[in-house]
């Protein structure tokens, strides 16, 4: 067992949109004070927009963090309460203009818990149909259209660096094979 993490001081840092910092005083299980770095986030939905003849839709866009276009399946960000079956819907139709019939919930999981309380929700969409594309002002995306196996491939030759989306493509493989949930 790991043993109990008491906090014993929170002291706020940075209060964005999108994330809060705070440095934690902590007590470790050997009765060592430590410090630690904390970023809190709503949380997140992505999903893999499966088509009827194993094609998936990607995006390209630039990240600031890396400081470089990366190759994602569609995500985005909770609104206060939203419910994430509900963010990856409206999602899905505002990135690559596409809605489904079907939603299996493939994983829901931490980014990075080392540092961060952000949970992803991770679906993948079938039965897709056209809608209006949307995406928010501060979005410039490129829609990619590959099959799943083509992105699978991408991934191996290490053009998919993006940890959601390795996850939500190998997963969906798995499923698609039944060797992952219900199959």
């Known amino acids: 067992m790991a043993g109990e993490h008491e906090t014993l001081e929170r002291k706020a840092v940075f209060e964005g949109q999108v994330v809060r910092l705070y440095l934690d005083k902590v007590r470790l299980p050997n009765g060592v004070e430590a410090e630690r770095e904390v970023v809190l986030h709503r949380g997140a939905v992505a999903m893999v927009a499966l088509d009827e003849d194993e094609g998936v839709f990607l995006v390209r866009q630039y990240r600031q963090a890396p400081g470089k276009e990366l190759v994602e399946i569609p995500a985005g960000k909770l609104a206060e309460g939203e419910d994430p079956l509900e963010c990856a819907r409206r999602e899905l139709m505002e990135e690559i203009g596409r809605d489904a019939g079907e939603w299996t919930q493939l994983a829901t999981f931490y980014t990075s818990p080392g540092f961060s309380d952000e949970i992803l929700h991770l679906y993948l969409a079938r039965g897709l149909r056209p809608v209006e594309a949307r995406p928010d002002e501060d979005e410039f995306l490129e829609i990619m259209h590959v099959t799943l196996a083509e992105a699978l491939s991408m991934v191996s030759r290490g053009e998919i660096e993006d940890g959601k989306t390795i996850a939500g493509l190998s997963l969906?493989?798995?499923?698609?094979?039944?060797?992952?949930?219900?199959?």
Do not use: N, P, V
């Not at 798995?174 to 949930?181: A, K």
């Open 172 to 183: 969906t493989a798995l499923l698609l094979r039944g060797e992952y949930g219900s199959g």
